[in-house]
């Protein structure tokens, strides 16, 4: 399909493994598992979500929770030095708690919204928050029945970026770049559950 690659911060992943490796060799070496670095970065990212984006520190908050979401990128740094290049359970708890960290992401922000008196905003920050969701569960459903959908225009790295800048610039006063970021996020992960959706149908008529 020629939108396969259209998710170009996968060619980030390489370059973001070598800076983490070095920490990640640290925390393997202290006894710490890929499964606490999961859970690590997952309650960070709550906890720092839904109580720093309400109450509007969306600066701080953009920074924190970047911390906090790059663990997801630590977790699998730690697994793959334990030698065995990952667990099975290991990938279906990073995979699940992937869900929780986004939708509290969105969730943060659809209350700051929310507490701003701004109704159309907070909808669509929760167009984002499920069509996000879809993606991903699309993505998941397909696997589970021997096909593939790792395509798409808005993947979670996408996602993430685009919300963390958004709200990182809007809260340093940029005007309009958080409505204007969740917008954009809810048409292109609209488009991005379309295109898998299409991916899927192919393969299954082929099928
Ligand atoms: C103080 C902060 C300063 C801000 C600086 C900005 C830093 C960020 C810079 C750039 C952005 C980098 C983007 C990186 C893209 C990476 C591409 C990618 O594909 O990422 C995917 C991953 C993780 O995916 P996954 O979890 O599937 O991979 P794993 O490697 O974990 O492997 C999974 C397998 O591992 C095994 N396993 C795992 C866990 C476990 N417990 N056991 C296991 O066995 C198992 O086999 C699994 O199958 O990453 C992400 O999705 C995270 C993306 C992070 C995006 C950060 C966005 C932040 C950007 C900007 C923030 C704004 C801040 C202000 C900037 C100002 C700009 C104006
Ligand atoms: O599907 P999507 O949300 O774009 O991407 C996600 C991946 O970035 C993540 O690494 C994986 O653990 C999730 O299950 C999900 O597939
Ligand atoms: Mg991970
Ligand atoms: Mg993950």
Redesign the pocket.
Known sequence: MAYDRT?M?????PA??RILTPLGRALAGRGI???A??AIGTLGTVVSALLLFPLGHLTAG??V???F??F?????????L?GK???????F???TL?RVADASIFAGLILYFVAGGDTLMAAVTLVCLVAGAMVSYAKARAEGLGLTADVGLA???ER??VA??A???AGLGVPYVLAAGMWLLAVASLITVAQRVVAVYHQARET
């Open positions: 998710a911060l996968k060619l980030l992943r973001m493994t598992g890929p499964d670095v999961t953009a920074l929770i970047t911390v979401v790059l997801d990128l630590l977790d699998g740094v730690v697994a793959r334990g290049g990952g667990s099975t359970w290991g990938a708890l990073d995979s992937d993947e979670r790295p993430l970026v963390l800048v709200a990182f610039l």
